[in-house]
């Protein structure tokens, strides 16, 4: 990640993504990847066909109960 | 996903508050948990590591320097955890008698001047994500949506939210229930069924 604030970043891979971007986004993008070659990798792997939307279905299959019970089972070992 | 802590809760946080260890927590448990998932691809494995780091966390809590300090400190031991597992599962398929040679793709993600562009890279798909599920999550009706969000975005488990609702507890169950189904029908829907 090199040379431009990260907060930009997400919004013009989702916007990439989405097929909105504007000319100026898409240079905007186009100079990010050209900046480096591990932002190309990202961005390759990242827009990946599935890839955010498994990161979707890890979030819906979570069980945060679970986490709990395991964290308060070690502190009350502790 | 920066951490945000005034000051005053940040000191509260080093001397052992619970609610601002519960803050924190929450804050951390699901970008973990993708974080992770992403690494080890099972799901017991991942809460195991991220219920492990949330601890880890708890007795380092008087050592942490800042909130950033915190965050980093979550990701790394998260990641440590997932890339031993991974080790140890390699490990165990070529047997005791198998070479290092063959952890060479492990052995690459063990390199530190990776960590600090992965942690980046991480915050960037935990928002991406994030963006992707608001989009999928308006289109969901209007309470299901509330209490949806609530739930997975904001974090607030099921007690507090039929709290602030006013309904039950079976009420919120079954609503997040129903919009976890919606969202993965979406999912399908957008030709990801064999994916999933």
């Excluded at chain 2, 599920?133 to 299901?144: D, S």
Aim: some cysteine; aromatic content about 8%; charged content about 30%.
């Amino acid at each position: 990640m090199t040379n431009m604030p990260n907060a930009d970043i997400p919004d013009l891979i989702d916007k990439y993504r989405r097929q909105t971007l504007a000319e100026a986004e898409r240079e905007a993008l186009q100079r990010w990847l050209n900046e480096h070659e591990d932002n190309r990798s990202y961005f390759e792997k990242i827009t990946a066909p599935g890839k955010i939307e498994g990161m979707i279905k890890a979030i819906l299959d979570m069980d945060r109960g679970a986490i709990r019970g395991k964290l308060e089972a070690r502190r009350r070992g502790k | 996903m920066i951490i945000h802590l005034n000051e005053l809760s940040f000191e509260k946080f080093g001397v052992g508050d619970e609610k601002v260890y519960k803050i924190v927590c929450d804050l951390l448990e699901v970008p973990l948990y993708v974080f992770v998932f992403d690494y080890v691809k099972r799901k017991d494995a991942a809460e195991d590591i991220v219920a492990e780091t949330l601890f880890k966390l708890w007795v380092n809590r008087a050592k942490m320097k800042g909130p950033l300090h915190i965050q980093r400190f979550a990701y790394f031991t998260a990641r440590n955890m997932a890339i031993d597992l991974l080790k140890q599962a390699a490990h165990e398929k070529t047997g005791p008698a198998g070479s290092m040679g063959d952890l060479g793709q492990l052995e690459d993600l063990i390199d530190e001047t990776r960590t600090t562009r992965e942690l980046e890279e991480a915050e960037i798909s935990f928002r991406l994500a994030m963006k992707e599920m608001e989009a999928l999550v308006h289109q969901l009706p209007p309470k299901l949506r509330q209490v949806f969000h609530l739930r997975f975005i904001d974090g607030m488990n099921v007690a507090d939210i039929a709290r602030l609702v006013g309904t039950a507890h079976s009420t919120v169950y079954n609503q997040c229930r129903a919009a976890c189904e919606k969202i993965r029908k979406g999912l399908e829907e957008k030709g990801l069924k064999d994916f999933l």
